[in-house]
């Protein structure tokens, strides 16, 4: 396989810290020609750019993660929309909704995603979203804002055919990551089968959520290629064509050429 694009990764994560230049040798050598990274609260923002001036096929996204909002202090948010203007820095993200885990009031998430929304819209880049048992509030804040103005991506997208649909709507694109390789994910492999060739994108999200056969492990970069064997499946498609159908759609909407 070859020109596969990881549109959502965290190459910086500590469990990367005893062999991370084999891991992106190991995309690399996999047919991983692009990679974004994603920065998310105040220590992978710099090790995310760190690693985006070292390596020409890494590419960053740089924003506050619901998860850290009550941790956002003042200046913290001007410091991301200054980085919007850095070269290598493709969108802003990851920001969004997350009622699973319980680290930051409701209000305090709703309001930090809505000022970065903001800040999507002042400088014209892309919005990855990260939704966790939010679908509701997510759609409701993305439409409030008008979200639709930038459109970008909903990762490791988890929700109905209704919500994806609404999202589509709004100009989004819908990405999948490893739950979608797993035997019983009856809903997103539904869900893929719908979304519309030219909105679909495939991601790790690694260290987290490794793709079958190695659900539970370490996940890495390099299984991107088997996100694409399943959604290639789902779509009834070549591989290759699925890959270079996916790598033109993460280009247009981080705006490379
Ligand atoms: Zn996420
Ligand atoms: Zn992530």
Same mark, same amino acid.
């Given at each position: 396989m070859a #020109?596969?694009?990881? $549109?959502?990764?965290?190459?910086?994560?500590?469990?990367?810290? %005893?062999?991370? !230049? !084999?891991?992106?040798?190991?995309?690399?050598?996999?047919?991983? +020609?692009? *990679?974004?990274? @994603? #920065?998310? %609260?105040? !220590? $992978?923002?710099?090790?995310?750019? !760190?690693?985006?001036e070292k390596y020409p096929f890494i590419y960053a996204i740089v924003g506050w993660h619901p998860t850290d909002s009550a941790d956002v202090r003042e200046g913290d948010l001007e410091r991301v929309e200054a980085l919007m203007a850095h070269p290598k820095v493709v969108a802003i993200g990851e920001i969004g909704l997350d009622y699973y885990w319980d680290t930051a009031p409701k209000d305090v998430q709703q309001q930090v995603f809505r000022e970065q929304?903001?800040?999507?819209?002042?400088?014209?880049?892309?919005i990855v979203i990260h939704n966790r048992d939010a679908h509701e509030d997510v759609v409701r804040i993305l439409r409030e804002e008008k979200a639709a103005e930038v459109g970008g991506i909903m990762h490791c997208f988890s929700g109905s055919w209704e919500t994806a649909k609404?999202?589509?709507? *709004? %100009?989004?694109?819908?990405?999948?990551? #490893?739950?979608? $390789?797993f035997k019983n994910a009856r809903v997103p492999k539904e869900v893929l089968a719908q979304v519309p060739l030219d909105r679909l994108l495939i991601e790790t999200d690694s260290p987290y959520l490794a793709?079958?056969?190695?659900?539970?492990?370490? %996940? +890495?970069?390099?299984? @991107?290629a088997l996100v694409a064997e399943t959604a290639a499946e789902i779509k009834g498609k070549n591989v290759n064509e699925l890959v270079s159908i996916t790598s033109a759609n993460a280009r247009k909407c981080f705006q490379l050429s």
């Open positions: #020109g596969l694009i990881d $549109t959502h990764t965290h190459l910086d994560a500590p469990k990367f810290d %005893n062999d991370r !230049e !084999e891991v992106i040798q190991r995309a690399r050598d996999a047919g991983v +020609e692009l *990679m974004f990274n @994603v #920065g998310f %609260n105040r !220590e $992978t923002i710099p090790t995310t750019l !760190e690693l985006a929304i903001r800040i999507a819209k002042r400088t014209g880049k892309p609404q999202c589509l709507d *709004m %100009n989004f694109y819908i990405s999948f990551g #490893g739950p979608v $390789t793709p079958h056969p190695h659900r539970g492990k370490r %996940n +890495e970069s390099a299984f @991107v």
